[in-house]
């Protein structure tokens, strides 16, 4: 069977799964979830299998896991309606097809030079934040105290922000200062999440700013290890950061 039939074949049985969920009662939603996404290791692993190999188990296969595990919990938020839940499970599909795509080029690009590499990055990026909008929209969603929000969130960030940076090399280790970086990435986010849960800000919009956090270190993080970071880049991140933080608070309802 060829990559392209097994990545769709993956990405077909996984959103079934994932419509099987919505059957389970709320009570085992959290088990359900963490079945879904072991589920999805094994069945990522055998899709990936062809090219995996030592450290890739850890930085590459994570990937889908993860993104399955956001969907998942985000599926037991949405109105009842069909066409919002169909919706979801057609972008869930897409979106698991182009990690899996983009799974397998980091995979290649590892042992050769590859040109769709620079397109993987941008995809595997774009991927990682929406993963951790749903993760933050989920956590924040449970009204939990702040040191759960807090602590849930740098969770869900490590692993994402781990292989986000990894891939920047591909190398057949994670050095010393990728788990550096992500380490401190992910205590930031732990800390802005403690500090959001006292602020009354909307679940979406909390999100968006833990997201906007991610990304602008994780694309800090990635152009210093490309070596193309320039101050341009820093202006550009930096100053969306601040303009997100300072939307953010100007439409909160102080009370």
Known sequence: MS???KFIGSSLLLSLGLLAIQYIALE???IAV???MVVSYLISSLALLDDLKGVEWMTIVPIPTMY????ALFYFLLPSSFGARVFILTLFGLGM????LTAN?????????IQLLRAAHAVGFLLTLITLLLFFNSIFSLKLFFWGNGIL???ATFPLVLSALWSMKLTNRIDRSIWWKAGLLSLAVVQLGVALSFIPLT???????LVTAVYVGLGLFQHELSDRLFEQSLVEYTTLGAFVLLASLLVTRWK
């Open 105 to 113: 080029i980091f995979s290649v690009a590892a042992v050769r030079t």
């Open 3 to 5: 990559k392209r039939r």
């Open 28 to 30: 085992y939603r959290f």
């Open 203 to 209: 679940v979406w919009v909390a999100s968006m700013i």
């Open 97 to 100: 097809y182009a990690i899996y």
């Open 34 to 36: 963490f079945a879904f």
């Open 153 to 155: 969130s740098g969770l």
């Open 68 to 71: 399955a595990g956001s969907v």
